[in-house]
C-alpha cells in the first residue's frame, strides 16, 4: 500500500538553528509530488512547500527547503533560523491514486523550537 | 473573505442531535474535501468532491452525509453519532482534484459527541 511516514514524533530545537524534519514515502506512480504543511495549535494547515517528482532541483521557499532524495525515497523538511512561531506539528503528504489523487497525510511530527 | 472558511469552530452534540457542519471557499477552486483528524492519529481523507459531484468516499459511516450544492459550499450533515466521532473535522479546498496542486485548508470544525 502506497503511503507517507514520519518517525520523528517530536523534535526540539534551540532558536536560531536549522532542523530537518524526516519524511519518506512509497510510491508506485512514475510521476507525483510531495507537500508539507504546518498545523499550529489553531488547527489550520498551511502550506509550505511542493515537490515535484520531476523537478530537477530541490524546492525552496523562504526558510523551507526540501531535501529531496528520489532514489531513497524521502523528502526531508529544513527548517532554517528556527523562529518561536515555528513551533506547530509538521505534516509531509503525498496524492495517491484512486478515482481522485487525493493528499494522503503522515502522522506528523511536532515542533518546539526553544528560547 | 478569502480563504477557507469553517463554521462553526467548535460543536457540542448529543449522540441523539443532528448538526451540519459548514464549508465556504472564496478561491475559485473547483475541488473540496472533508478530513477528519482525530488525536494520535493521521488525518483520514473522508469526501472528495469535484464541480460538485462527489468522487470519492473513503468507507465513512451513513451517519455522515456530505453536500455540496455548488463548487464554493460544502457541509457535512451530523446525525446520531458515537463518542469515538470526537474529532477536529478539516474542510480543504484546491483548483482540481488531480493532487497537483496544493490544498487550502479552513481552521477546522472541533466537534465533541457526549
Known amino acids: 500500500a502506497q503511503k507517507i511516514t514520519q518517525t520523528q514524533p517530536g523534535m526540539f530545537v534551540q532558536e536560531k538553528e536549522a532542523v530537518t524534519l524526516d519524511c519518506t514515502y512509497d510510491?508506485?506512480?512514475?510521476?507525483?509530488?510531495l507537500f508539507w504543511y504546518k498545523q499550529p495549535s489553531s488547527g489550520e494547515m498551511i502550506f509550505l512547500i511542493y515537490q515535484g517528482s520531476y523537478d530537477q532541483q530541490n524546492a525552496t521557499e523562504g526558510r523551507y527547503s526540501l531535501n529531496f532524495q528520489k532514489a531513497r525515497k524521502s523528502a526531508n523538511l529544513v527548517i532554517s533560523a528556527s523562529q518561536l512561531g515555528d513551533s506547530a506539528m509538521y505534516f509531509c503528504?503525498?496524492?495517491?491514486?484512486?478515482?481522485?489523487?487525493?493528499?494522503?497525510f503522515g502522522s506528523g511530527t511536532q515542533l518546539t523550537v526553544l528560547p | 473573505e478569502t480563504g477557507v472558511t469553517q463554521t462553526p469552530r467548535h460543536l457540542v452534540m448529543g449522540m441523539t442531535n443532528k448538526k451540519s457542519l459548514k464549508c465556504e471557499q472564496h478561491?475559485?477552486?473547483?475541488?473540496m474535501y472533508w478530513y477528519k483528524q482525530s488525536a494520535k492519529k493521521p488525518l483520514e481523507l473522508m469526501f472528495v468532491?469535484?464541480?460538485?459531484?462527489?468522487?470519492e468516499n473513503n468507507s465513512v459511516p451513513s451517519r455522515f452525509s456530505p453536500e455540496c450544492p455548488n463548487s464554493s459550499h460544502l457541509f457535512l450533515h451530523l446525525h446520531t453519532l458515537q463518542p469515538e466521532d470526537s474529532a477536529l473535522y478539516l474542510c480543504a479546498s484546491s483548483q482540481d482534484h488531480t493532487g497537483t496542486t496544493e490544498a487550502f485548508f479552513g481552521q477546522g470544525t472541533r466537534l465533541t459527541v457526549v
Open positions: 478561491l475559485g477552486h473547483n475541488a
Open positions: 510510491t508506485s506512480d512514475p510521476s507525483y509530488g
Open positions: 503528504a503525498n496524492p495517491i491514486g484512486g478515482s481522485a489523487r487525493q493528499l494522503t
Open positions: 468532491y469535484s464541480l460538485e459531484e462527489r468522487v
